[in-house]
Structures are given as structure tokens and as C-alpha cells.
């Protein structure tokens, strides 16, 4: 997935460890065009830690929702 920067703040080394987590979590949970309960939370909690919303990440989730929205993704409800 690819992430557009909307940000005009820097990312901080911390900030870009988290997007690369979560880039690589999400790209293996829907590898198989099916995602689970827990890996909706795993990703949820990655893409959320620190009590701060990095843009990039709020976008990789929004993508995520998207595609199950959509029906290109099946989820356990």
C-alpha cells in the first residue's frame, strides 16, 4: 500500500518504525483476501499507538476499511 504524506510535521524514527509495521501487517493480513477478528485488532493497535494519530497511518487504515467496504476483502465479523 502505498501512503501519501499529508502531514507538514516530519516523522519522527519512531513514527516511521510504526508506519512500516503497519504497512507490512496489513499487506500480510489481506495476502490471502480474508481477514480475521485479530488481525483487525493487531493492526488497530499498531496503526493507534502512542495516543497519537500519524496521518499516514489514519490513511493505511482507511485503505484497509475501504477494501472490505467495498467487498475486495472478507472479514470476520
Do not use: C
Amino acid at each position: 500500500m502505498e501512503v501519501e504524506n499529508f502531514s507538514t510535521e516530519e516523522l519522527s524514527p519512531e513514527d516511521i518504525k510504526q508506519l512500516e509495521e503497519l504497512r507490512r501487517m496489513i499487506e500480510a493480513a489481506i495476502s490471502d483476501d480474508w481477514l480475521s477478528h485479530e488481525e483487525l485488532e493487531q493492526i488497530k493497535s499498531i496503526a493507534f499507538a502512542h495516543k497519537k494519530i500519524v496521518p499516514e497511518a489514519l490513511q493505511l487504515y482507511s485503505k484497509l476499511v475501504g477494501k472490505i467496504n467495498r467487498g475486495e476483502l472478507d472479514y470476520e465479523w
